[in-house]
């Protein structure tokens, strides 16, 4: 059977890698909220990924039946718990979001949900705790923290 890696992720979930018997390299990021992250990583750069599939819980599961998997593994995800209540999540922004084009002051996250935006990624450049007067960008990924719960309101909110 294949060696499969795994990283804690504190506060986002786990990531699992494994190399395919064709030679890309897999890896899976479970998120605390039940979503997953299908990415492949680039062979030429290790740390970038050439490809990468977002599923929520429900594509997950039924991701999961046509590949024939357990559902143990998610019956133990389910009853894992925060530390200490704290989430972080990367949220990428595209063109049907309503937020593109908009500031952090005019969706008024934090209040709405209680998740504060701590940071921005557009493109190589990274934003450190945006202003609420910072405009977000087709493309952009917005890096959060929260609860988890919190989290899957601004994901929705943003997703919008």
Known sequence: ????????LPGVGVRHEFDTEAGDHVGVVVHRDGR???VVYN???????????????NDTRTMS??????????????????????A???????SKSSAVDATIMDGQYRTRTGASIVAVMRGDQSMPAPEPSFRFANGDTV?????VDGLVTLRNLLSA
């Open 65 to 86: 039946e046509l590949l024939g998997a357990s559902q143990v593994t998610e019956a133990v995800s389910a009853v894992q718990h925060n530390i200490d209540g704290l």
């Open 88 to 94: 972080i999540e990367w949220i990428q922004l595209t």
């Open 143 to 147: 890096v959060a923290v929260g609860t």
């Open 36 to 38: 997953r992250e299908i």
């Open 43 to 57: 062979n030429d750069d290790p740390d970038a990924c050439s490809t990468m599939i977002d599923l929520s819980p």
């Open 1 to 8: 059977m294949t060696e499969v890696r795994e990283t804690q």
